[in-house]
DNA sequence: ATAAATACGATTAAAATTGTCGTATTTATT
DNA sequence: AATAAATACGACAATTTTAATCGTATTTAT
C-alpha cells in the first residue's frame, strides 16, 4: 500500500535523464527505454501524456523526441500525481460515491485529515526534488 | 496509487468502534462487520493479527470478542501501517532486490527521500488521532 | 453436549495495474 | 515521391495485487 504506479515512476525517470543530459535537446522514448529496461509503449504513452499536460514538449517526425517544457521547480509533486494519476486519496471514498455504508462510517472524517497532511506534504515538494 | 488496503481500514474502524463504545467491555467481530456492512470473516482475520501484534486482546468462547489492549496514543501510524502491511514504501525496489536495472535506476536515491518524509508524518500521527 | 465465539491456512474472485498490439500521423531524409 | 523513424492513441491481454470466501479446528460459557 501507499505505492506510487510505474506509469508515475517512468515518468520521473524520464524527466530525470532529460534533464541530466540535455535540457535544450530532444530525447526520444526509444532511448530512455531502452537505456533504463523499460517497456517503451508503456513509457511512451507516459511521456504523451505529460507532453498533453504541457509538462514536457514533443517534437514528431524522425529526429523528434521530447524536451522538458515546464519549470519543474515550479510543479508540485502534488499535482503533478494528480494530473498522471487523477486525485489523491487515501480512501476510494472520497472520490467516488458508491461506498453505500458512508453514513456508518466512521473513519472517514480523521483519515481525510490525514489525506490531507498527506497532500500537504507532496504540495510542498517540487519535481525538480526528483528531478536533480 | 497511495491507497491504503481495505485490511487497515477495516483495522481502524474496529479500534474506534471498540474506543467509542466500551473501552472496557468486549467486542465481536460479528457485531463490527454487521454494523459497518463489511466481510465478517476478513474483519476476524485482521482483528486476529492485531491481537497477534498485542494491539488488541482477544478472549475466546461465546460471549468472547476483543478489547483494545494496548495505548493507541504510543503507536504511531507508521508503526501499524507496517505491522499490519509490512514496510512502508512507495517503490518497491526498497525492500525487494530483485530490480535488474537498479544501478542504472536514475531516481531511487530521490524517491527514498521522499519516502522518508512520509514515514516521518506518519511516525508523528498517532493511532489515537485516528480513533477519537 | 451445544452453541457461539476466535484461529488460521488454503483457495477463489475481483480489481487494479502493467504491458502489448495495431494502426494512424507526422516529418526529415534520400 | 518513397521511405523510415519518430510520436499518437484506442483497444485489448496479461499479470499482479487485493479482497473475499471456504473449511476446519479450537476455545469456553451455558
Do not use: W
Not at 500500500?1 to 515518468?11: G, N, P
Not at 514538449?57 to 519543474?72: C, E, K, M, S
Not at 473513519?107 to 525538480?128: G, Y
Amino acid at each position: 500500500m501507499l505505492k506510487i504506479t510505474r506509469k508515475v515512476e517512468y515518468a520521473l525517470i524520464a524527466l530525470r535523464h532529460m534533464q541530466a543530459k540535455d535540457p535544450e535537446g530532444l530525447t526520444s522514448a526509444k532511448e530512455i527505454a531502452t537505456h533504463y529496461g523499460i517497456p517503451k509503449q508503456l513509457l511512451a504513452k507516459t511521456l504523451q501524456q505529460m507532453a498533453r499536460d504541457n509538462i514536457i514538449q514533443a517534437v514528431q517526425g524522425p529526429t523528434g523526441g521530447y524536451r522538458i517544457r515546464a519549470n519543474l521547480g515550479k510543479i508540485s509533486l502534488k499535482d503533478f500525481f494528480e494530473r498522471l494519476e487523477g486525485p489523491l486519496g487515501m480512501m476510494d471514498c472520497f472520490f467516488e460515491s458508491d461506498c453505500i455504508q458512508i453514513n456508518a462510517c466512521n473513519i472517514r472524517v480523521p483519515i481525510q485529515r490525514i489525506n490531507d497532511n498527506m497532500r500537504d506534504m507532496f504540495s510542498k515538494m517540487t519535481l525538480m526534488e526528483v528531478t536533480q
